[in-house]
C-alpha cells in the first residue's frame, strides 16, 4: 500500500542495485547525493532486524535554492528523498511534489514543482 501523497514503482533490481543505479542516474543527470542512509544497517548496528530500506538524499541548489528563497518553509521538503526498500520485491518510494507544494502553500502548478514531479518519476521508472 502506498500512502497518500507517495507514489511507488517497482525496480527489477535488487535493494542494493538499485540504489546504485539511482544514486549514478542521479549524478549522471549534474545532480549532488547528499546523503544515502542504510536503515537496516542502522537497525542491525543495535542488534534489530529491518529489511533492505535506503534512502537516498539528493538535489541541484540551482533549482531549489529559488524555491527556498520565495517559500523558506519548503525547505522541510527539500532536497528530494527517494527510498528503496523490499517487500514484495523492490519497491521505489518518493513524495508527490505537487502534494508537498500544497502543503507548504506553494502553486502546484508552479513549473518548478511539475518538473521536480517528472524527474522523480523518470528516475524511478529508468528502474524498472
Do not use: Y
Not at 537497525?43 to 540551482?62: C, H, M, Q, S, W
Not at 520565495?70 to 521538503?77: M, N, Q, S, T, V
Amino acid at each position: 500500500m502506498t500512502p497518500e501523497g507517495m507514489t511507488a514503482r517497482p525496480s527489477n533490481h535488487g535493494p542494493k542495485e538499485t540504489m546504485d543505479r539511482l544514486a549514478a542516474a542521479v549524478t549522471a543527470r549534474g545532480m549532488t547525493v547528499l546523503a544515502r542512509i542504510d536503515h537496516a544497517a542502522a537497525a542491525a548496528n543495535v542488534g534489530l532486524e529491518l529489511r533492505p530500506t535506503e534512502v537516498l538524499i539528493f538535489g541541484n541548489p540551482k533549482a531549489g535554492t529559488p524555491l527556498m528563497h520565495e517559500h523558506p518553509a519548503f525547505a522541510l521538503a527539500l532536497p528530494l528523498e527517494v527510498v528503496v526498500w523490499e517487500e514484495d520485491g523492490v519497491r521505489v518510494t518518493f513524495p508527490v511534489m505537487a502534494q508537498l507544494a500544497r502543503d507548504h502553500g506553494l502553486a502546484d502548478d508552479d513549473p518548478r514543482i511539475a518538473a521536480m514531479d517528472r524527474l522523480l518519476g523518470v528516475l524511478a521508472d529508468s528502474l524498472a
